[in-house]
């Protein structure tokens, strides 16, 4: 079995590392594009063109499902990404955990990139999922580029800014950009007030790559009992994880696979 992903970037790094962990003998091609970083400022017909440019690169591999890892593509790209690949290739898209995150009950805070932030597209869910609930908008301008670069200084201010909009009795902190799971830990120790229960954090990783094997017909489990390759790809050419992915465990984790056949 082979699952693709694609991401602008590294974002991608933690459903790759949950579909590892669900079928450890999958094949995992990771598709981004660092040349056209970063995505957030692009217009939507941009990252969909984009976003269709690195879909390519990995469908050529010939995967059994297609995760959008990306919240920015999901959002812009998801209609013409389906159009071109299903049904022959289903494509999974990104959304943020807005749903689970309001069913535990309110206050949420939903940290994401500003473009994201105020969006039609995240207000329609935020309408959708937690009506009943109090709900803050977060923008975090400059935190998935400081995670992109591996800039710790720059992930700290990033953080303790986003942590300084965030209202003191949230419950839980949903992550809208998938970049932002690899610094969860970080979130969680800054937003977090020792007089209050366990703040919840909810991303996308796991039930997007939970979705990829229910498109695919798979179930979890260890499959064929080997550990699956690893192929990446970055903006088309063929290549090694950056070396930005390496000071996060789901990038050592990921390299340690042998490369794929």
Known sequence: MKIALIDSGIGLLPAAVAVRRLRPDADLILSSDPDGLPWGP????????????????????????LIVACNTSSVSALPALRA????????????????????GGGPIA???????????YQRALIEEFAGGVGVTEVPCPGLADAVQSADE???????AAAAALTP????????????YELVGERIRAAVQQP???????????????AQ?????GELAGPGTGTEGGLTVIL???????????????????LAAATPAR
């Open 235 to 253: 903006s088309g050419r063929a290549a090694e994880l950056p070396l930005a992915a390496h000071t996060y465990a789901e990038g050592r984790l």
């Open 212 to 216: 990829a094997l229910r498109r695919t």
């Open 110 to 120: 939903i940290w994401a990139t500003p473009a994201t932030t105020g969006s039609p």
């Open 153 to 159: 200084a720059s992930i700290d201010r990033a953080v």
């Open 195 to 209: 007089d209050l229960p366990p703040l919840v954090l909810h991303g996308s990783a796991g039930a997007v790559a």
């Open 168 to 179: 003191r009795d949230v419950r839980a902190v949903v992550l809208g950009c998938t970049h």
């Open 84 to 103: 071109r690949f299903e049904p022959d290739l289903p494509v999974i898209g990104t959304v943020p955990a807005i749903k689970p995150a309001a069913a």
């Open 42 to 65: 692009r217009t939507a017909e941009d990252v969909t063109e984009r976003s269709l440019a690195i879909a390519e690169a990995a469908a050529a591999h010939h995967p059994d499902a």
